[in-house]
């Protein structure tokens, strides 16, 4: 069965530096990985997503993610944090692009200092 | 596109009571998803649809639990008796077969005391 791993619970960033959320999963054949994010009383939103090709993936808010298949990891980055940014970040996988589940890490939860 | 629509936000009720959660999908996605998240234990599935019809539901966690989707456009999360340790928040989202993200609502807070 496949899981996701998000070692980081609660991770503090000043505005401006860098971030890099990890995530670690496993799965026996080629996964679909996700990042999503959440704001406090909100649902979650699609920050990207790989399924196949490059491995290297642009989102949306200035956040991309790699994936690497040596280490079974998919760790999400931002050059430049902005305090907006402070939410709960999940990593997720999925079995297939044309069957249904996805299974979340425990998210991590961001704090941006001003 | 409205995104995927979740009604009510808030519901408090009484144990024992019924609680009846709905959704409606994006219009074309044909997948639907039930999921719970508390503090305790993340975001679960609890199950998902293709096309209408339940295609896994190893996550409801009781016989009190129950979903249905009579039609593409609507589904329902219905628990009875409601319990306090059913309190979370139950997020629904849907897709489309392909390369495609997953839509989430918004959310119904439940509250079970």
């Known amino acids: 069965a496949q899981s996701v791993t998000q070692p980081d619970i609660h991770i503090t960033v000043s505005e401006g530096a860098s971030l890099e959320l990890r995530c670690n999963y496993s799965?026996?054949?080629?996964?679909?990985l996700f990042w999503y994010v959440q704001s406090p009383g909100q649902g979650l939103q699609l920050l990207l997503k790989?399924?196949?090709?490059?491995?290297l993936v642009q989102g949306i808010k200035g956040f991309e993610a790699e994936f690497k298949r040596s280490q079974s990891s998919f760790n999400l980055r931002k050059p430049s944090v902005h305090w907006s940014d402070a939410a709960e970040y999940f990593c997720?996988?999925?079995?297939?692009?044309?069957?249904?589940?996805?299974?979340f890490g425990q998210g991590t939860t961001l704090q941006v200092k001003p | 596109d409205a995104g995927v629509i979740q009604s009510p936000r808030h519901e408090v009720t009484e144990m024992g009571q019924e609680v009846t959660l709905r959704c409606k999908p994006i219009?074309?996605?044909?997948?639907l998803f039930w999921y719970r998240q508390t503090m305790m234990r993340g975001l679960e599935l609890l199950i998902y649809?293709?096309?209408?019809?339940?295609?896994?539901d190893s996550g409801m966690p009781e016989d009190r639990f129950s979903a249905k989707m009579p039609n593409a456009s609507f589904s329902t999360l219905k628990i009875q008796p409601s319990e306090p340790r059913d309190s979370a928040v139950y997020f629904c989202?849907?897709?489309?077969?392909?390369?495609?993200?997953?839509?989430f609502g918004s959310g119904t807070r439940l509250t079970v005391v």
């Open positions: 989202a849907s897709r489309r077969t392909g390369p495609y993200g997953y839509t």
């Open positions: 799965y026996g054949a080629t996964p679909y």
């Open positions: 790989y399924f196949s090709g490059d491995t």
């Open positions: 997720a996988v999925g079995t297939s692009s044309n069957t249904g589940k996805l299974i």
């Open positions: 219009s074309g996605h044909d997948y």
């Open positions: 649809f293709n096309n209408n019809v339940p295609i896994d």
